[in-house]
């Protein structure tokens, strides 16, 4: 399950899907006191198991990046979990298999670096604390990990003031 977040309500309507980032030390797990998140030996971490999880909310709010939500209707956590049963047969997940644009892309970081411009990170600043993710980020060129500024608020001109010179490099390349 992944759900929809508004990016700026204040200034503009877009959203932006937010899928788990399958850290390869998911704070949601470490938190769990029922164990009721599991890991698969390829790295996705998985939803909450139903017969464990007692909804007491902890991995939502050790999230990082705010994956985890809590669904009152069955006093469970639910998140991504990459579509385990379709990507375990060789499947894509349904978000990158019905995504119109192709903001999100299953597949390596090579063959998703091949795809677009920029480069695939997965190294995430949180503070002091670094957190590496199966799932991959486009940034620019050079880039090897993004430092995220937990009080800083992005407002609409900060988004295109980091968007325009990424489409200008583009532009250049081609
Ligand atoms: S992104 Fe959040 S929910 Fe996903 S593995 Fe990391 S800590 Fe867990
Ligand atoms: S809500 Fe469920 S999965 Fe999340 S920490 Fe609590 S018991 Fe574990």
């Keep these: ?22 850290c390869d030390d998911p704070a949601c797990a470490l938190v769990c006191p029922a ?17 464990r999880c ?16 809590y669904a009152v209707e069955v006093d469970q956590m639910m998140k991504c979990d990459m579509c385990y049963d379709r990507t ?8 990158a298999t019905v995504c119109p644009s192709g903001a999100l892309f299953f597949g390596t970081p090579e063959e998703l670096a091949a795809e677009r411009s920029g480069t695939p990170i997965n190294e995430f600043q949180f503070g002091s604390r670094t957190i590496r993710t199966k799932v991959n980020l486009m940034m620019p060129h050079g880039s090897h990990s993004l430092r995220v500024s937990t009080g800083a608020q992005i407002r ?11 489409e200008r490099a583009s532009q250049e390349q081609k």
Excluded: W, Y
């Excluded at 164990?35 to 017969?51: E, R």
């Excluded at 007692?54 to 939500?69: E, L």
């Excluded at 375990?88 to 978000?95: E, F, N, R």
């Excluded at 609409?156 to 990424?166: A, E, I």
């Design 1 to 22: 399950m992944i759900h929809l977040e508004q990016v700026q309500r204040a200034d503009t309507v877009q959203t932006t899907p937010v899928v788990c980032m399958h």
């Design 88 to 95: 375990s047969v060789g499947l894509k997940p349904m978000c």
């Design 54 to 69: 007692i909804g007491c909310t902890n991995c939502v709010f050790a999230c990082p990046f705010g994956v985890p939500k």
């Design 156 to 166: 609409k001109n900060d988004l295109l003031t980091m968007v325009r010179p990424m």
């Design 35 to 51: 164990d009721a998140i599991k890991k698969t030996p390829d790295g996705v971490v998985q939803t909450s198991l139903k017969p």
